[in-house]
């Protein structure tokens, strides 16, 4: 093993440790002594793409690409162009990978990038061919390039209306690790639809905090079935979800080392699989808001917003968020679409540096203690305008009145290109992007709507 593999191998260490700053911090440690040529600006490349810097990995995987043999080229034109796809560099990713795949016609892994290249610069129905063209041959593939095809064609199964098939395409994604979590191995059996009236399931949040709001309304159908279930949530939101209509306890703890308790259940199952285990369609999915305040937080926060008409903006997520720059939007332009005489708040809880010079919207990111916090705040507003985070699931579990700016490389509950989503109720209006990295119309559409709502 030479230095530059060792690197990689200290570099992925890593990335799986979620060390994402130490990788930072290394590189820029031993910058001085990695060679100027492409095999170092290679690894640069490869490093700030895993610390998910990827802006900063453009930067480097350019240069390496630059001084590249024609062999060394495709390698690195294939690394740049997954940079520039997380990005939000859609055009420039489909380039890289179309070069690339017609370099090398056999590599499947290449075409799955092209088709999500495709998809993010809203040629949707090309990358649908694309994958089905690979689909057509799945005799001749391995196992897992199989179920990689298939799991990407999973939104396209709910964008032509087949919400059943498309959750059991999605499924497949945590067989590839790329869907849910998949470290789990408890001593009780997964719960894969079988009806046990009287047993006790209990269901393991996964993702982030939208993930597990999404998936909390389950409870409801194991109650129907005349089974007890608890949610144990990894986000700290037992508390949110001990409010909810439903027949459900809470664990509180993380479940990968407290076998003892996981012992108390009949079966458990991962939240984000639970659409397919319990074989749901759309019609399945909307029964009413599910979540309520605190009333202590919500009684603060009905004390502390203020103003005849309240609204709320978020213009960006977590960006450890891997598809965060395709969500973010403008604050710029969202500001300059409502109309004046409303009060705003921002419940931004990253990069509000930037409010400095928005004297007129209230920061409150310092109050926002607590997501129990975020939820009593969201519902003493009379809107919510956010890109696609956290906060607009909750919104939307609260019936709130919310408007969600969606990007292209749309989340798998918005899938059905609608203007509204058969996860929720007609509270939530989806306004989707139309070209990449630009919100115009997006906007334009924005503003319509607002002009129309009587305050």
């Keep these: 093993m030479n230095d530059i593999q060792a690197l990689h191998s200290i570099i992925e260490m890593l990335h799986r440790s979620e060390k994402l700053e130490l990788i930072k911090t290394l590189m820029e440690g031993i910058k001085d002594i990695i060679p100027k040529n492409a095999v170092g600006f290679d690894i640069l490349c490869f490093a700030y793409y895993k610390a998910k810097d990827y802006k900063k990995a ?46 090398d016609t056999s590599k499947v892994d290449i075409k799955l990038d092209l088709a999500a290249a495709l998809f993010a610069c809203n040629q949707k129905d090309e990358a649908k061919k694309l994958l089905l063209e690979l689909d057509r041959d799945s005799w001749k593939l ?22 059943r098939l498309g959750m059991q395409a999605l499924s497949l994604g945590r067989q590839l690790r790329i869907w849910g979590s998949y470290t ?30 999404i998936n909390a309304r389950f409870v409801k159908h194991f109650n129907d079935r005349g089974m007890d279930a608890s949610f144990a949530s990894c986000q700290n939101l037992a508390g949110v979800f001990s409010r909810m209509p439903f027949e459900v306890t809470l664990n509180y703890k993380k479940l990968t080392t407290d ?14 699989n639970l659409p397919k285990a319990l074989d749901l369609d759309q019609e399945d999915l909307w029964y009413g808001p599910y979540i309520t305040p605190n009333p202590i937080h919500n009684d603060k926060w009905k004390e502390r917003l203020t103003g005849n008409f309240k609204v709320g903006m978020r213009w960006s997520g977590n960006p450890l968020y891997e598809q965060d720059l395709h969500r973010s ?29 928005y004297p007129n919207i209230t920061n409150l990111e310092s109050e926002l203690e607590t997501f129990e916090d975020a939820i009593a705040c969201i519902n003493n507003l009379d809107i919510l305008i956010t890109s696609c985070t956290s906060v607009a699931h909750a919104a ?33 209006t989806l306004i989707r992007q139309t070209e990449p990295k630009n919100w115009d119309s997006a906007f334009i559409e924005l503003k319509d709507y607002l002009d129309r709502i009587q305050t």
């Design 58 to 103: 453009i930067y480097f995987g350019e240069l390496a690409l630059g001084g590249a043999s024609p062999e060394e080229a495709k390698a690195i034109r294939y690394n740049l162009g997954k940079c520039y796809l997380n990005a939000n560099e859609a055009v420039k990713a489909k380039n890289a990978f179309s070069i690339v795949s017609n370099l």
């Design 142 to 163: 391995d196992p897992k390039d199989e179920k990689a095809v298939q799991f990407n064609l999973g939104v396209h199964h709910i964008r032509d209306g087949d919400f």
């Design 184 to 213: 789990h191995n408890f001593p009780i059996p997964e719960w894969t639809g079988e009806n046990a009236p009287g047993k006790h399931v209990l269901i393991v949040g996964e993702g982030g905090i939208g993930d597990e709001i």
């Design 259 to 272: 076998i003892y308790n996981i012992t108390d259940f009949d079966y458990w199952a991962p939240a984000m």
């Design 329 to 357: 939007i403008s604050l710029e332009k969202l500001n300059q679409v409502i109309p004046q005489d409303w009060v705003r708040y921002s419940i931004q809880k990253e990069n509000t540096e930037i409010l400095n010079d």
């Design 396 to 428: 939307a579990a609260l019936g709130k009145r919310v408007f969600i700016l969606t990007p292209i490389m749309d989340y798998y509950l918005w899938a059905e290109g609608k203007e509204t989503s058969a996860w929720y109720g007609d509270n939530v």
